[in-house]
């Protein structure tokens, strides 16, 4: 019982305080002992701090990174979306005049150039994607960031060739804001569908509205100049993001913001309107 007692107080573990064995002393050399099995592999339990997880540093599998920050994404209109369109033509990732208006063809091109760069293909421009792009183009000229039209003016009506003039081609499909004969400014256009078609003729513009908000399908119509009935020319958002995937009600709709906004201050209630093929 004595010899019990001592055993217990010492404490029966594995691995003393210090670190050493509490394996029984070896007999002297030649003495006779009790047979016994070889005893186990010691296996050494960590201590408490040793079985804490590392902290996860930048390096280590697991660990958050920031994202990177968003500069454009669809609805987004600015100056620096038109950059970014316009870079994106010089490379074949944008088919079309910069309009300013980040839409989902502006997307589907961010998409195409981030897939070639090896990118999240995301469709957003982050700061990652941004600095990609300047890397892979120069600087846009001002006929990149604005040139006249897409589409390439054909030869004006005849109509067209006097006085003050919206002089608008259905085979085209431009406008051209035209005095005495002189185009003074062009832009892209966009008809009505086959069962609302854009009216065709001589015209003259009744009123005009900076903000509009059509009656009948409750969309906005910036910048209208209405010339016959519920028809007029203005800019459309829609035409803006999806070009010719989509069509008007009738309305002849232009995508370029600042063209229509510069030309719609110029025009005045009266002038003439031509609608011709």
């Known amino acids: 019982m004595s010899l019990a007692a001592v055993v217990l107080a010492a404490g029966c573990t594995?691995?003393?305080?210090?670190?050493?064995?509490?394996?029984p002393p070896a007999?002297?050399?030649?003495?006779?002992?009790?047979?016994?099995?070889?005893?186990?592999?010691?296996?050494?339990?960590?201590?408490?701090?040793?079985?804490?997880?590392?902290?996860p540093?930048?390096?280590?599998p697991g660990a958050r990174t920031p994202e990177p920050r968003v500069l454009m994404t669809e609805g987004a209109e600015s100056e620096q979306v038109r950059e970014l369109q316009a870079r994106l033509r010089q490379?074949?990732?944008?088919?079309?005049?910069?309009?300013?208006?980040?839409?989902?063809?502006?997307?589907?091109?961010?998409?195409?150039f981030q897939r070639k760069q090896g990118l999240a293909a995301t469709g957003s421009v982050d700061e990652t994607t941004w600095q990609r792009l300047l890397g892979a183009t120069r600087k846009p000229t001002a006929?990149?960031?604005?040139?006249?039209?897409?589409?390439?003016?054909?030869?004006?009506?005849?109509?067209?060739?006097?006085?003050?003039?919206?002089c608008i081609s259905k085979e085209s499909r431009t406008l051209a804001w035209m005095i005495d004969g002189t185009v003074v400014a062009a832009m892209d256009v966009r008809f009505g569908s086959e069962n609302t078609p854009t009216?065709?003729?001589?015209?003259?513009?009744?009123?005009?509205?900076?903000?509009?908000?059509?009656?009948?399908?409750?969309?906005?119509?910036p910048y209208a100049m209405f010339f016959s009935g519920g028809q007029a020319v203005h800019y459309s958002s829609d035409f803006a993001a999806r070009g010719y995937d989509g069509a008007s009600h009738g309305c002849v709709n232009v995508r370029d913001k600042k063209k229509i906004a510069s030309v719609f201050g110029?025009?005045?209630?009266?002038?003439?309107v031509v609608v011709h093929w």
Not at 39 to 50: G, K, L, R
Request: proline share 11%; net charge negative.
């Open 143 to 166: 006929d990149e960031l604005r040139p006249a039209t897409t589409n390439t003016l054909d030869e004006p009506d005849p109509r067209c060739m006097s006085g003050r003039v919206l």
């Open 91 to 112: 490379i074949g990732h944008f088919h079309r005049s910069p309009t300013a208006f980040y839409g989902s063809m502006t997307a589907k091109a961010v998409s195409g």
């Open 14 to 23: 594995s691995q003393g305080a210090a670190g050493g064995s509490a394996e």
């Open 57 to 60: 540093s930048p390096s280590t």
């Open 199 to 221: 009216r065709e003729g001589t015209f003259s513009v009744g009123w005009k509205a900076e903000e509009w908000e059509s009656t009948l399908y409750h969309t906005p119509m």
């Open 266 to 272: 110029q025009v005045k209630v009266g002038d003439k």
């Open 27 to 55: 007999a002297p050399a030649g003495a006779a002992g009790p047979s016994k099995a070889p005893s186990a592999p010691v296996t050494a339990v960590p201590a408490a701090d040793d079985a804490k997880p590392p902290t």
